[in-house]
């Protein structure tokens, strides 16, 4: 076997409170990466993989206590000074971060912020030298129009672009090591794909090897050559990615694999329909600038009748977001009609809008910035209830139980606050909250995306218990086709702004009239690395 060109050995973390108290957060963790190589590291949340990765940087807060050994290419890590560091940093050891937007700067265009990479880590180019290497970089990530991308700022790409932009920043010094932590979490399938065959294009074409940190199991069969699997700090195996997925050593791994959705179509009992609880009639929303419009939704119609989950997918941009959105009155409405339990939402005004509202419940995508941290679990999920119904005292009390019983929380837990809670545990007390007042709709906006495959299992076995129980009905809007198809009742496709096909789940999934449809389906990762591997050559020779 070659000399390993990154190396962790008895990798320990812990962290010091004011108080003195420790916390380990990373126990003797040991692998290597091998020049060329991609090595996942997986695990659910707090397993400790995104505390290895920043480890591995010297990116860790200032009471971290790091021991063990971390050397590249045989030169040790650990100990080195601030300035060694910073001569590794972004030169022989790149970093992309899971939010691209959290990573560049607002202020500043694209072209520039590219360009201050290069002005730190390669002073010898002079200003010329480093605008054409900056166009060089948004052009090697596949941006179309570099020039003129260079000139925008974040808030002006979607999702995918920016992931690419993030990316070109960490290929600016042809790293030896790009270390990716999560770089695909929040992006839909097709440009989830899109990142990942360029990922693996740069692995090829410039030898960059590939640490990457990440809970979506589809992703690791797609790209990994071996797996680190972690548990509570520490390296529960390693395996090679087809070892791993056809014979795991470990029973965590087993249940890890067990917990992953699937796209399997299987059959259900056919549903019960009820009347209709949201009704969507040729929907037009358009955003008024100075000098233009912009038609994010045009001509939308679909029906969600109470007890039914109506699921709603499509690429980042096609406008799933905004017809949410817009139900709730946070979009603008150009024309058509919103109906929700027979009343016009878009016509509706003073006491009849406000008493729609309550009967409307939201759970987003990021619970952490849903929910006040000033406020305690039982103070989030008493909200509405103290503004709408007013409750008050043990009243109040019994019902915030009643919501942490339904979303099964402990009831001692109520004094917790937000950043006291794992990302599974947060998205509870969203649920909790948004069900507090029995809202007839329910629309649930990606609610599992940023989840571990674990957690976001006992997630969706909670969503479902609950819509079988209280059967309000659900707009589930994902870009997860596997969450979509162990949810959804029927499924709504949408692209640049428009229906393009519903129908049943099963028929959507198995025989979808669209190209479209079928190109999402045959992007969407599945955990079966061989799979993944024969749609990649398959890819390629197109």
Request: glycine residues 6%.
């Amino acid at each position: 076997m070659n000399a390993p060109l990154l190396a962790l050995d008895d990798l320990t973390v812990a962290f010091r409170s004011r108080r003195g108290d420790e916390s380990r957060a990373v126990h003797g963790v040991s692998f290597e990466v091998l020049d060329k190589e991609i090595v996942a590291v997986v695990g659910e949340s707090g397993s400790g993989k995104s505390v290895t990765a920043m480890s591995v940087l010297g990116l860790l807060p200032g009471n971290a206590e790091v021991t063990g050994s971390v050397r590249l290419d045989g030169e040790e890590l650990l100990n080195a000074d601030e300035k060694t560091l910073q001569g590794i940093r972004g030169r022989r050891i790149a970093m992309i971060f899971q939010d691209p937007f959290g990573a560049l700067d607002p202020v500043f265009t694209i072209g520039f912020q590219i360009r201050e990479v290069l002005r730190k880590h390669s002073p010898g180019l002079s200003a010329r030298d480093r605008r054409r290497r900056a166009i060089e970089l948004l052009a090697a990530v596949e941006l179309r129009e570099p020039e003129k991308r260079a000139r925008s700022y974040p808030h002006q790409l979607s999702g995918g672009q920016a992931q690419r932009v993030v990316i070109a920043m960490a290929l600016a010094c042809d790293p030896e090591i790009l270390i990716a932590d999560e770089p695909t979490t929040a992006l839909d399938v097709t440009v989830q794909r899109e990142i990942l065959d360029l990922l693996m294009r740069v692995r090829e074409r410039e030898g960059t090897a590939v640490l990457l940190i990440t809970h979506d199991m589809g992703v690791v069969a797609d790209v990994a050559d071996r797996v680190v699997v972690m548990r509570d700090g520490r390296v529960e195996e390693t395996q090679t990615v087809e070892r791993l997925f056809a014979h795991p050593s470990a029973d965590y791994t087993r249940r890890l694999l067990r917990s992953v959705p699937r796209l399997d179509v299987a059959d259900r009992a056919s549903l019960a329909v009820d009347e209709p609880a949201l009704v969507l009639d040729e929907l037009t929303v358009e955003y008024r600038q100075r000098f233009q419009s912009v038609t994010a939704v045009a001509g939308a119609s679909l029906t969600v009748a109470r007890g039914e989950v109506v699921a709603l997918v499509g690429e980042s941009g096609s406008g799933k977001t905004t017809i949410g959105k817009a139900i709730t009155g946070l979009a603008p409405v150009r024309s058509g009609t919103i109906v929700v339990d027979g009343v016009d939402a878009v016509k509706a005004r003073g006491r009849q809008a406000t008493d729609l509202k309550k009967k409307i419940g939201v759970v987003f995508q990021n619970p952490m910035g849903a929910l006040d941290p000033r406020w305690t679990m039982a103070e989030s999920i008493g909200e509405p209830l103290r503004v709408h119904r007013g409750l008050r005292g043990k009243a109040l009390t019994a019902r915030t139980d009643e919501l942490l019983d339904a979303v099964r929380l402990s009831r001692s837990w109520s004094t917790r606050y937000a950043h006291e809670l794992s990302g599974g545990q947060r998205q509870r007390v969203a649920i909790a909250r948004a069900l507090a007042l029995d809202p007839v709709l329910l629309i649930a906006d990606e609610p599992t995306s940023a989840l571990d495959v674990s957690v976001q299992s006992t997630v969706l076995d909670l969503f479902r218990r609950l819509q079988c129980e209280l059967r309000f009905a659900c707009l589930f809007i994902s870009h997860d086709l596997a969450v979509v198809d162990s949810l959804a009742d029927r499924i709504v496709v949408m692209s640049d702004s428009r229906v393009v096909e519903e129908g049943a789940r099963r028929q959507i999934l198995l025989d979808p009239r669209e190209d479209y449809t079928r190109r999402l389906l045959e992007a969407a990762p599945v955990p079966d690395p061989q799979l993944q591997r024969k749609r990649r050559r398959e890819r390629e020779k197109v």
